[in-house]
């Protein structure tokens, strides 16, 4: 077996084990597994999702890493919190005491940002009193629209950025939904390290397009209070640009934070 067709199988995997930890995620935070309660055994996970042990042994080391389940000697998990505030609170703290932000710290980061923006969207797409909120992403869609509309003809960097600026404040309205003081200061310090993500990623004017459409899709979905697929599609946006930035090379290690 070549390095290429090791690198895809391995990308694979992750991406299954990806898929299935945020599929158990949802479920806590769902309520569906409750505290105290086991899981599913790991076999039965493995049936349900089609998927080899390994994989649900992967999943369990993330849920477990942000405080979502404790998994004893014998492989059994048991659920021992249904929300994200530990993870939260200790990634937090690493991040904003120091300024030198590593890739790896940046990834990390980017993945609490889509768990705290899928809870967020779930609760706002339930929300009797969500739109005043909507109207303010509806807002933003007809701006990175006007802005696509633009780049048609001049694809500028000046452009780029301020659509990337708008891109990042249609999230911050969904994660700043949820009116919790603490999660909001944690998000406003967020700020500079997601809009450093933000710059250094490249889209191409038909991916601006694409993201643009889906964002006017999630937007309508909120509206509709259609949760499941508010879900997908908020983890769906939010992954992608995980994703992006993972690919990216930096040469230099570090950035500094002025």
Known sequence: ?????QQMLGKKARNKTIQVSHILERKILDHEYEIGKPLPSQHALANEFSVSPRCIREAFKTLEAK?????SQGRKAVVCSDNLDAIVENLSASMFSQYKMSKKLLSDLLEVRTNLEVSAARNLSRDENRQLTVKHLYQKVEKMEQLVAAMEKDFSGDARNEYKRIDYEFHSIIMQSNNNIILNTIIKNMEPHLLFVLMKINESLAELKRKTND????TSSIESGNTDLVVALTLTTTTNLNNKFDKLDFSDENHTLS
């Open 1 to 5: 077996m070549n390095v290429d067709t």
């Open 215 to 218: 964002y006017r899709f999630l």
């Open 67 to 71: 405080g979502l389940i404790l998994v």
